[in-house]
T-cell receptor, first 112, second 113 residues
Framework: NAGVTQTPKFQVLKTGQSMTLQCAQD?????MSWYRQDPGMGLRLIHY???????DQGEVPNGYNVSRSTTEDFPLRLLSAAPSQTSVYFC???????????FGSGTRLTVV | AQSVTQPDIHITVSEGASLELRCNYS??????LFWYVQSPGQGLQLLLK??????LVQGIKGFEAEFKRSQSSFNLRKPSVHWSDAAEYFC???????????FGGGTRLMVKP
């Protein structure tokens, strides 16, 4: 059971470039979320989804887009990368609303 | 809006000593509370969760947490810390709809031999 798989693990972007962070889970979980982790700030919710075709904004959505065309995949798109988006990004999924999340191993993104 | 405060950014304890990590939450209704642990360079792993019922909940790796509604707290405890417990610990609160999990800023635990 692979759990939550994130790719790539590391990425360096130039300011203004766009890219997609991939997230896939094989547990048939309905709920998926993207978080960013910055030192001293814990994890902050970017976007989340409660099922295929349904997405919503979290605490820090600006500069990011998501889509959920299948239950398994929840990609995060950076539209025009900025240095402020340098962070570690985590994707997570869970079966139902109040189950614990299963986290991916993260993507470390640097924007120069 | 819900929020979580972890007052201690860093804590150092000696191996074998007891541990308590503090967590205070703000949420209008009955909260759903979680503790996660993150080892360096890794994702987060669920330690335990509280939804309702018994206010003392047991988790993995010998951890437990106590929900105190009157103090809006959900402190994590371990009677005897092992060197492998060195990691960062996050407390989190879920809204009742279950779609937004809010994390505290984390507490980094260091264990002295």
């Amino acid at each position: 059971n692979a759990g939550v798989t994130q790719t790539p693990k590391f990425q360096v972007l130039k300011t203004g470039q766009s890219m997609t962070l991939q997230c896939a889970q094989d547990m048939n979980h309905e709920y998926m979320s993207w978080y960013r982790q910055d030192p001293g700030m814990g994890l902050r919710l970017i976007h989340y989804s409660v099922g295929a075709g349904i997405t919503d904004q979290g605490e820090v959505p600006n500069g990011y887009n998501v889509s959920r065309s299948t239950t398994e995949d929840f990609p995060l798109r950076l539209l025009s990368a900025a240095p402020s988006q340098t962070s570690v990004y985590f994707c997570a999924s869970r079966l139902e609303a109040n189950y614990g999340y299963t986290f991916g191993s993260g993507t470390r993104l640097t924007v120069v | 809006a819900q929020s979580v405060t972890q007052p201690d950014i860093h804590i150092t304890v000696s191996e074998g000593a007891s541990l308590e990590l503090r967590c205070n939450y703000s949420y209008g209704a009955t909260p759903y509370l979680f503790w996660y642990v993150q080892s360096p360079g890794q994702g987060l792993q669920l330690l335990l969760k509280y939804f309702s019922g018994d206010t003392l909940v047991q988790g993995i790796k010998g951890f437990e947490a106590e929900f105190k509604r009157s103090q809006s707290s959900f402190n994590l405890r371990k009677p005897s810390v092992h060197w492998s417990d060195a990691a960062e610990y996050f407390c989190a609160v879920n809204n009742n709809a279950g779609n937004m999990l809010t994390f505290g800023g984390g507490t980094r635990l260091m264990v002295k031999p």
